[in-house]
């Protein structure tokens, strides 16, 4: 593996901090990434943000297929070049924006799930997330890289304060665990922070009762847009267009405290809320 200095050195080319460009200056920590990811042969991987290619090489000797997706087209360029000198034919690259990638699309020909990985720029790894978790129809797992301190939000337990929006959607819909922490020393340009590698796998079968989950997903929004308030304030405030006393009655219906807040709900609760809030506003 050529050091990300020298490649970019020699296509003239610099790092991009709007990107959120940090290279993977380790061939060996690569490898343990993939090993840990359990890559078989029969395996189709999207790559987010595929970069030098100090992932998606490795990647490609372990998996049927990889989808590299790269919105910088200078990246594109130089990891074509890469593929055709050491003779890789298994790897499609994408210039594109990961958020403008339909999952549905991309899988519709392949008969089966795909496993996302990617190192997530800081900045969109929100969105990322999101996106994913609406298209994990089409999605068997994701191993995805984020800062450390992104990681721990995701991984926080309920009445924590970095409990939040994001961490009840992914307890709802996957079972996430940790598998590697990289340090910062193994980047160029060098991050600020160290990394964590998490796993998100997202069962086809849900284990909770009948619910309306776009609903679902619109009251943990609303309950956390508010989160110094009350469940009822930040209810009644949110653009559910929930009057005080509905949402006072939704929560007593569903056996939670009017005056909790919204970091101190399990997964359970925001569903029996969702549930009894449906049931109310429809009636009135």
């Not at 790092?15 to 343990?32: E, N, R, V």
């Not at 089409?138 to 992104?150: G, N, P, S, T």
């Not at 990394?195 to 619109?218: C, G, N, T, W």
């Not at 005056?259 to 969702?274: G, K, N, S, Y």
Request: charged share 25%.
């Amino acid at each position: 593996m050529t050091s990300p200095r020298t490649l970019l050195r020699a296509w003239n080319l610099r790092a991009q901090k709007k990107l959120g460009q940090h290279f993977l200056t380790d061939p060996s920590t690569a490898a343990m990434i993939v090993s840990r990811a359990k890559i078989k042969p029969e395996d189709i991987v999207l790559e987010i943000g595929a970069g030098l290619g100090a992932l998606t090489i490795p990647l490609a000797g372990a998996a049927a297929k990889v989808f590299a997706v790269e919105k910088d087209p200078r990246m594109i360029d130089l990891l074509a070049t890469e593929l055709i000198v050491k003779k890789i034919t298994n790897v499609d690259l994408i210039l594109k924006d990961i958020l403008d990638v339909d999952f549905r699309d991309l899988t519709d020909n392949l008969g089966r799930k795909i496993i996302v990985m990617g190192n997530l720029p800081y900045n969109i790894s929100s969105q990322i997330l999101i996106q994913l978790i609406h298209s994990r129809k089409f999605v068997d797992r994701a191993i995805l890289m984020f800062q450390k301190e992104l990681a721990q939000r995701l991984m926080a337990q309920p009445g924590t304060r970095d409990y939040g929006r994001l961490t009840v959607m992914l307890g709802y819909c996957s079972k996430i665990k940790s598998i590697a922490s990289i340090g910062a020393d193994l980047f160029f340009p060098a991050p600020r922070v160290a990394s964590e590698i998490l796993e998100f796998k997202f069962p086809a079968v849900l284990r909770y009762p009948q619910h309306d989950e776009a609903m679902l997903f619109e009251v943990i929004k609303a309950s956390f847009g508010n989160r110094r308030k009350t469940l009822k304030n930040a209810l009644a405030a949110s653009g559910l267009h929930v009057k005080p006393q509905t949402a006072a009655d939704a929560l007593n219906a569903a056996g939670i405290q009017p005056a909790r807040r919204a970091e101190t709900l399990r997964v359970e609760e925001f569903i029996a809320l969702q549930v009894s809030l449906k049931r109310l506003m429809a009636k009135y």
